[in-house]
């Protein structure tokens, strides 16, 4: 294996050039999907060989469809184990003995999704095929932290314009815990607003008591899904209450400014954290977001896995 490819566990592991490098090809290979008349990426780089393999541990729709799909566009061939019907987890295998027993069979990279009772970050380090974190418990999911800020980025608003603002269960968020990974590299400006039970212990930015004036203040809303996996014990607001009080709806989002973007990693739970109108809504980035990790996928795996410098 070239010593060049590497693995993604967290975002700390990037640096403000390669991130941006990333983005900048993730732009090309959105340019050459919609005009393949005028293709400039070709990804001779990439051996096509050895195939990516896919483990997913936990449900997932949008990240796992999200990197077959990047993989397909890239000609890399998939393996996938999705969840543990079928294999020899039912057996009683173990999560260490399944991925080590995968590494075995050589893949170029392991696309990885898992629990946080599984320390994935001791796995990497004594395995010799490159790890991507695929959403790992609470501790991160870095491909969906970078799919967002390019979104936002695409619309026009620098990292010195940018305010967002998180709605909902910051606490248990590995998509959070990546973005603050990934904003404090440009100092960018961060708001919360949750209930009591989803307030992180630490951060680094405006704690907003109202939704309301948390919204006014902002110009991108990040409404997120409770965790209930993650929750040692219910929420005392019923969902009818936290869509009052932190739900996006009719009456909070006339706070959003006419040219705020309101997104949401997904899956959304529609009726608590916003209603079908405010996911339509034409500020609405959701499907967008959805969209471009296709290709910030693609060009994760390409800067990843390249046999040269690009
Ligand atoms: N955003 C996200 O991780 O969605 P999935 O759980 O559907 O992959």
Not at 139 to 168: C, M, N, W, Y
Request: charged share 20%; net charge neutral.
């Amino acid at each position: 294996m070239s010593s060049s490819k590497k693995s993604l566990l967290e975002l700390q592991s990037l640096s403000i050039e390669e991130i941006e490098s990333i983005f900048s090809l993730a732009t090309q290979l959105k340019k050459d999907f919609f005009h393949p008349e005028a293709k400039k990426y070709s990804p001779s780089l990439l051996s096509t060989e050895q195939p990516i393999a896919l483990m997913f541990f936990e449900p997932s729709t949008r990240t796992r469809m999200s990197f077959e799909t990047a993989c397909a566009r890239l000609h890399l061939p998939t393996l996938l184990l999705d969840g543990a019907a079928g294999t020899s987890l039912e057996k009683g295998e173990s999560l260490l003995d399944t991925l080590e027993n995968v590494a075995a069979m050589l893949p170029q990279a392991m696309v990885v999704r898992v629990g946080q009772e599984f320390d994935l970050a001791s796995f990497q380090r004594r395995c010799s095929i490159p790890i991507i974190n695929a959403g790992w418990g609470v501790q991160g999911h870095p491909t969906q932290a970078l799919l967002d800020l390019f979104t936002i980025l695409e619309r026009g608003l620098s990292v010195d314009q940018l305010k967002i603002l998180f709605v909902g269960d910051v606490r248990h968020s590995r998509v959070v815990a990546s973005h603050l990974q990934l904003l404090k590299k440009w100092k960018i400006q961060m708001g919360l607003c949750a209930p009591a039970a989803f307030l992180p212990d630490d951060f680094p930015g405006q704690n907003f008591s109202q939704l309301e004036e948390g919204l006014s203040w902002c110009n991108v809303v990040m409404s997120l899904r409770g965790q209930t996996e993650r929750h040692a014990q219910g929420l005392s607001l019923s969902p009818q209450e936290y869509h009052r009080d932190y739900g996006l709806h009719a009456k909070s989002i006339q706070s959003l400014s006419a040219s705020g973007w309101i997104m949401h990693p997904g899956p959304v739970m529609m009726g608590v954290d916003m209603t079908v109108d405010v996911a339509r809504d034409p500020r609405s980035l959701i499907l967008q977001q959805v969209q471009n990790g296709t290709f910030i996928r693609q060009a994760v795996l390409i800067h990843l896995l390249s046999k040269g410098r690009r």
